[in-house]
């Protein structure tokens, strides 16, 4: 069965980094697109970076210049590399994976979450 096994995440001081990961296995990795998205306490879930088939991704404003998001075919790892961490950027972490090409719409399945806490 499709499992998409999260690691990483936990508290980080302003300014630090961390990396998430996501480990897949159950569906042919390279052919679906990858994302992370994020839950605040008492806000909408939030797309944070997509990456496509291709190669190409996509970043929340939010985000831009601070995250990277990788993915390894041959690993079947889908990372999320934090730099700069903020105290907004607090929030639960999801990895998602969908049957797509070009553009992440409705994910198909979900990682565990991972929780990410900055302190200021």
């Known amino acids: 069965q499709v499992q998409l096994v999260q690691s990483g995440g936990g508290p980080v001081p302003a300014g630090g980094s961390l990396r998430l990961s996501c480990a897949a296995s159950?569906?042919?990795?390279?052919?679906?697109?990858g994302g992370w998205f994020r839950r605040a306490p008492g806000k909408e879930r939030e797309e944070v970076a997509t990456?496509?088939?291709?190669?190409?991704?996509t970043y929340a404003d939010s985000v831009k210049g601070r995250f990277t998001i990788s993915k390894d075919n041959a690993e079947k790892i889908l990372y999320l590399q934090m730099n700069s961490l903020k105290p907004e950027d607090t929030a639960m972490y999801y990895c998602?994976?969908?049957?797509?090409?070009?553009?992440?719409?409705?994910?198909?399945?979900w990682g565990q979450g991972t929780q990410v806490t900055v302190s200021s």
């Open positions: 998602a994976a969908e049957s797509c090409i070009a553009t992440m719409t409705s994910p198909d399945y």
């Open positions: 990456v496509n088939t291709y190669g190409r991704t």
């Open positions: 159950g569906y042919t990795f390279s052919t679906y697109c």
